[in-house]
């Protein structure tokens, strides 16, 4: 009569608990890897939302300085291309700078110095900004302020509204075809 439990081979087990542990490993890095994947992303789209809240706020303060200036704006002194390439004379303060009395031009010109100004302070990677009057619409001015953004896929067509995407293509210009150009386009209502 036997009791007990009955022999077990040891020689069987010998080493099963590793191979326990390395597949346990393979499973835990096979969920952790998506994970990171995961988290790689997420800091890409947090420049990316980055880079147009930084737009976003320079689109506004250049609609605010015409608004503040409705003179300037119907003389052409917001009419005004700017490419972070070549800053030309935009930052160039006018006569005016320390008279007690402006014209609305001078304002539109100190205006586009102190714009010009706080668009290079934020760095946006080749950025292009193009403000215009609407000749067949008074009190109105399209603005169009773009940026290439790196590791992000460029618009297409069908990504820009319909009142913005000339001046997106416009902005863009030899940009275009580099990948990752944005566009925020702006329809300014005086």
């Known amino acids: 009569m036997l009791t007990g439990n009955p022999p077990v081979c040891r020689r069987a087990q010998r080493g099963s608990s590793l ?5 346990a490993m393979l499973l835990l890095s096979l969920a952790v890897l998506p994970l990171a994947g995961l988290h790689a992303r997420a800091l890409q789209n947090t420049r990316v939302a980055q880079y147009r809240a930084t737009a976003s706020l320079l689109a506004m303060d250049w609609s605010e300085r015409m608004r503040a200036n409705r003179t300037g704006v119907e003389a052409g002194g ?14 160039a303060a006018p006569a005016c700078a320390g008279m007690a009395i402006c014209t609305p ?3 539109a010109m100190q205006d586009r ?13 080749g950025m292009r900004m193009s403000s215009s009057r609407q000749v067949d619409q008074p009190g ?14 460029a618009l297409s067509s069908a990504d820009e509204t319909s009142s913005g995407s000339d001046a997106c293509r416009e902005q863009a210009g030899s940009a275009a075809g580099t ?12």
């Not at 110095?113 to 990677?125: F, R």
Request: proline fraction near 7%.
């Open 140 to 153: 109105v001015v399209l603005l169009g302020l773009g940026w290439v953004q790196p590791s992000v896929p």
């Open 179 to 190: 990948g990752g150009w944005q566009c925020l386009a702006m329809r300014v209502s005086l």
């Open 78 to 91: 917001y009419d005004f291309q700017w490419s972070a390439d070549d800053p030309g004379d935009a930052g």
């Open 113 to 125: 110095a102190a714009w010009a100004s706080a668009a290079l302070a934020a760095a946006l990677p």
């Open 105 to 107: 031009l001078q304002i």
């Open 19 to 23: 191979l326990e542990v390395l597949v």
